[in-house]
């Protein structure tokens, strides 16, 4: 059986081992011409680290991660709101959350995958669901699968549902960074205020990932006078909207190097797909579900995908069995997210301090407050028992392709 995976991503990466490690030949196409590194930060929750070890992937991860440790949202003074402690998530769900460079997980995956399965640099300009046909800039191929993991603008997605809207504005546009940790002791922390809010996570070594939002309307840039939205206004638009906060965002803020802060407006899927299929093609991760990073499952959800979907797609009637098994889970989490996103938007100074207040109360009176309200996302695990860990492949005769 022949597969090709369109998009070089964490989801379509994980969707190629697991159709490998079940037989299948697998081709990915990316439309990049080097897997460049991304400065940013993921979160792996436990969810998504029973997926990455039902494909050899989860010793690799935990070795390369760190673990997230404490964690809990505070206001901007420092107040914790709400907090749970890293025993207590190991001890409900059997892992914890761990934190890695999103280059490290896709270096991880990529040495996973057969010599020569990667194609860079080959732009998908056409997709043929009924035959399974995929069109490159230089030439046809052919698969019994099509994974469309091709990201938030998906073609696939519109070519398969040309009436579908689309994904919409979240109304917030985001900041990501990563840059040195500040010599004082912190954890993991989300911190909000009036329609902003300012995450915080540790990572392996002597590094930092930070993310940030406002509510602001799409398409903005801070560019200090420039025209183009240059990385420097970007910085002095953090440290105008954050630099008061507590610590250590002012300090992490004032170490990083502008070139290494991403902005982008984030977007979702507000409108379900009426399937995550048609004929030989299957969408996955963003193409699928797009979801704002609230809940820190974009790319979690994807990984479930990707091995849920290896598991059936040999299987009589096994897309529609995939999208059976996805579609309810995911529409819940993309609400859920997107209604996470709308607490942290809000500006009015009532509705802020009744938030707060209910958070304080919240986890006041109910033990492990926020984990309990994560029970059914982060307690999911794979449909298959994991399958033995395998040594990825070692180029150079070092260890795995990774910059972390």
């Known amino acids: ?7 070089g991503g964490i989801g379509g990466l994980t ?37 990455l070890d039902s494909i050899g992937a989860g010793a690799a991860v935990r070795r390369l991660a760190s673990i997230q440790g404490d964690a809990g949202i505070r206001r901007r003074d420092g107040k914790w709101l709400t907090r749970t402690s890293e025993a207590q998530a190991r001890e409900r769900y059997g892992a914890s959350i761990v934190v890695l460079l999103r280059a490290t997980l896709v270096g991880i995956l990529v040495d996973l995958l057969p010599e020569g399965a990667l194609r860079l640099g080959t732009a998908v300009i056409g997709i043929d669901a009924d035959t399974g046909t ?41 900041w990501r960074l990563v840059t040195r940790r500040p010599e004082m002791d912190f954890g993991a922390t989300e911190s909000w205020g009036a329609g902003l809010a300012f995450g915080v996570t540790p990572l392996a070594g002597d590094l930092v990932y930070c993310y940030a939002s406002d509510t602001v309307p799409a398409g903005g840039s801070a560019a200090d006078g420039s025209a183009d939205g240059s990385a420097g206004g970007e910085k002095a638009e953090l440290i105008r909207l954050f630099g008061g906060w507590h610590d250590p965002i002012p300090q ?12 982008h407006d984030l977007y979702s899927l507000d409108e379900p797909l009426p399937a995550f299929h048609r004929g030989k093609v299957a969408l996955l991760g963003d193409a699928a579900h797009a979801m704002t990073p609230n809940l820190g499952q974009g790319g979690c959800q994807a990984m479930e995908d990707a091995v849920v979907l290896a598991g059936l797609a040999d299987r009589p009637g096994g897309l529609a069995a995939y999208t059976a098994a996805r579609r309810p889970r995911t529409t819940r989490i993309v609400a859920r997210s997107r209604a996470i996103g709308r607490l942290t938007r809000l500006r009015n100074p009532l509705a802020v301090a ?11 009176f109910t033990r492990s407050f926020m984990l309990r309200r994560l029970d059914d996302v982060l307690g999911w695990r794979p449909p298959t028992p994991p399958e033995p860990e395998r040594a990825p492949r070692a180029p150079d005769g070092g260890g795995p392709a990774t910059d972390g």
């Open 252 to 263: 992490i803020l004032r170490n990083v190097e502008p070139a290494a802060i991403l902005r």
């Open 1 to 7: 059986m022949r597969a090709i995976v369109i998009g």
């Open 134 to 174: 995929v069109t490159t800039d230089t030439g046809e191929l052919s698969a019994d699968l099509v994974v469309a993991a091709d990201g938030i603008h998906s073609l696939a997605r519109r070519t398969l549902f040309p009436a579908h809207p689309g994904p919409v504005y979240a109304g917030v546009t985001a």
């Open 354 to 364: 009744l938030r707060d207040t209910s958070m304080l109360l919240g986890d006041r």
């Open 15 to 51: 969707a190629a081992v697991a159709l490998t490690r079940r037989g299948w030949s697998v081709t990915v196409l990316e439309q990049a011409p080097v897997l460049e590194p991304v400065g940013a930060g993921i979160a792996v929750s436990a969810n998504a680290l029973y997926a």
